[in-house]
């Protein structure tokens, strides 16, 4: 039972909980998450998403509109259509893992550039940790699609908003530019980053 709560601990108390989890390698429970919310997310948007306004867009702006036919463009947006719902699915189940094993690697050689020692799945359990916050912003993704029947591609950013901007509503125009650069996932990610590469290493005050 530890194995699936630590990790989940991780997002509430991420002091005493990463730590454990990472010198103790949960790091399955939270890739398996990461990637089939991710993946859940990604075919529920796919699958109520208004392809037919991308494609007759591309196809207006390629001039093919007007020699089309109806049929031709009915088969364009079908395309559309099962291109995203792979693309969604794909990005949960394969990129997502593919992008916790370049993290946990980019963390080895940051290791052995500063001289420190530690276990590759310490480090990939840290990378499998910094994904968890992307996943929630996923569940929130598939959460709000799948409260709506039609998903248009100017509601794809809306469905999760993940920056400052979201949260701080009212500001000058040039503070609203910052706060949208402020990516919270982002920054939430890069602490528990670097809170799990301490505990990975045994940076002086931290205990696993």
Excluded: C
């Excluded at 990790?7 to 509430?12: A, D, H, R």
């Excluded at 916790?100 to 480090?123: C, D, S, V």
Aim: proline fraction near 5%; aromatic fraction near 4%; glycine fraction near 8%.
């Amino acid at each position: 039972m530890d194995a699936i709560s630590l990790p989940l601990k991780t997002l509430i108390d991420p002091v005493g909980a990463i730590p454990r989890a990472v010198n103790t390698q949960r790091w399955l429970v939270p890739l398996l998450l990461v990637a089939v919310v991710t993946a859940a997310a990604g075919a529920v948007v796919a699958l109520r998403l208004d392809s037919s306004r991308v494609v007759i867009s591309q196809m207006q702006q390629s001039g093919q509109i007007g020699s089309a036919s109806e049929r031709e463009i009915d088969e364009a947006i079908e395309q559309a259509g099962r291109e995203a719902l792979v693309g969604g699915v794909a990005k949960g189940l394969l990129l997502m893992p593919l992008l916790t094993l370049l993290l946990a690697t980019l963390l080895k050689i940051a290791a052995w550039l500063t001289g420190q020692k530690t276990l590759f799945m310490e480090l990939f359990t840290v990378a499998a940790l910094t994904m968890l916050p992307v996943g929630l912003m996923h569940l929130i993704e598939l959460l709000s699609a799948a409260r709506l029947e039609v998903i248009t591609p100017a509601m794809l950013e809306s469905l999760a908003p993940t920056s400052l901007a979201a949260v701080v509503e009212s500001a000058s125009p040039g503070l609203s530019r910052v706060y949208r650069a402020l990516d919270l996932i982002n920054i939430w990610g890069a602490l528990v980053m670097g809170q799990g590469f301490a505990a990975s290493v045994k940076l002086p005050g931290w205990k696993g």
